[in-house]
């Protein structure tokens, strides 16, 4: 079976610019949950989709978004990007819950300049 | 308090050794717990889940768990250079938003020759 995939795997961005990132999680699985991972903070949890429904939400600004599509495929946008912004965004698909065993995707790397 | 924390390390342990990893939570309604282990500049990988009270075995790695002091821990027998990496602790719990899971920052292991 294959794994979660998670497109582009690097991108760079300046400031005031949108990112869309896109995570295909592994067949039959129907939660995806999006993380953000910094040196500092480690992994934050952003959001997690079930069904094409958020079912919950971290604590990050409104700039951060995401979706989730019939095949449980999922993006997320960051607009109005910040230097901060740059970290490594994981995304992890589960079957049912993010309470289930989570398996990750190798990440997005963003740089924002 | 966060509410996952683990020592951020490293921890140095000599090749064949046991390294004991630790972990505590804060919120009493956690029900699900996992270690995951991540290489520097890789994903997380799943190396255990443990979700009632006491031991649980697989291989060279044993996952304990204590609700009722909050605590959950992992230990490595007979430790080989390639367990080098950071182990990350997660508690999942069900929150009026949905399911999630929380991340501590991880502790660095380091196994020495």
């Known amino acids: 079976k294959a794994g979660v995939t998670q497109t582009p795997r690097y991108l760079i961005k300046t400031r005031g610019q949108q990112v869309t990132l896109s995570c295909s999680p592994i067949?039959?699985?129907?939660?995806v949950s999006w993380y953000q991972q910094t040196p500092g903070q480690g992994l934050q949890f952003l959001f997690e989709?079930?069904?094409?429904?958020?079912?919950n939400k971290g604590n990050f600004p409104g700039r951060f978004s995401g979706r989730q599509f019939s095949n449980s495929r999922s993006e997320m946008n960051v607009s109005t990007l910040e230097l901060g912004d740059s970290a490594l965004y994981l995304c992890a698909s589960s079957l049912r819950s993010a309470q289930d065993t989570q398996y990750f995707g190798p990440g997005t790397r963003l740089t924002v300049l | 308090q966060k509410e996952v924390e683990q020592n951020s390390g490293p921890l140095s342990v000599p090749e064949g050794a046991i390294a004991s990893l630790n972990c505590t939570y804060s919120?009493?309604?956690?029900?699900?717990f996992f270690w995951y282990r991540q290489y520097s500049g890789k994903s997380p990988e799943l190396i255990m889940s443990?979700?009632?009270?006491g031991d649980k075995e697989d291989g060279r790695f044993t996952a304990q768990l204590n609700k009722a002091s909050q605590y959950v821990s992992l230990l490595i027998r007979d430790s080989q250079p390639s367990d080098s990496a950071t182990y990350l602790c997660a508690v999942g719990r069900v929150t009026g938003g949905g399911n999630k899971l929380t991340f501590g920052t991880g502790t660095q292991l380091k196994v020495e020759l």
């Open positions: 989709y079930f069904s094409e429904t958020q079912r």
């Open positions: 443990i979700y009632s009270n």
């Open positions: 067949s039959g699985h129907r939660s």
């Open positions: 919120d009493r309604v956690s029900q699900s």
